[in-house]
């Protein structure tokens, strides 16, 4: 299994930077690609960064302002994905959730977070 846990949410004016991060506990070698998506009220859930074997996709809204990473653990138990994001607008403004993508003996399942809030306002 995998279990997931965002932090890193909160109150940021326009033009203000924060960072998200995601930490995934659980057997590493049965996540592959990981992603950051979000949801804003009346909205889908849309993707908006995505980091796998190291390459990395972005939404035409995230690109530029955002920047996904992932770092593991040295004993490999745990690993954590990271977004910065930059020059906040308030239509970045959602509930963000992470996503590991499992593979090999969890390979068809996808695991999400309780996700973190962002609030883009002056």
């Known amino acids: 299994q995998v279990q997931l846990v965002e932090s890193g949410g909160g109150l940021v004016q326009p033009g203000g930077s924060l960072r998200l991060s995601c930490e995934a506990s659980?057997?590493?070698?049965?996540?592959?690609?990981m992603g950051w998506y979000r949801q804003a009220p009346g909205k889908e859930r849309e993707l908006v960064a995505r980091?796998?074997?190291?390459?990395?996709?972005?939404?035409?809204s995230a690109l530029g302002r955002f920047t996904i990473s992932r770092d593991f653990a040295v004993d490999g138990a745990k690993s954590t994905m990271n977004l910065e994001m930059r020059n906040l607008k308030p239509e970045d403004a959602a509930l963000y959730f992470c996503?590991?993508?499992?593979?090999?003996?969890?390979?068809?399942?996808?695991?999400w977070g309780p996700g973190t809030q962002v609030t883009v306002s002056s």
């Open positions: 659980g057997n590493q070698f049965n996540i592959g690609a």
């Open positions: 980091i796998s074997d190291g390459s990395r996709r972005y939404s035409d």
């Open positions: 996503c590991a993508e499992g593979v090999r003996r969890l390979r068809g399942r996808d695991f």
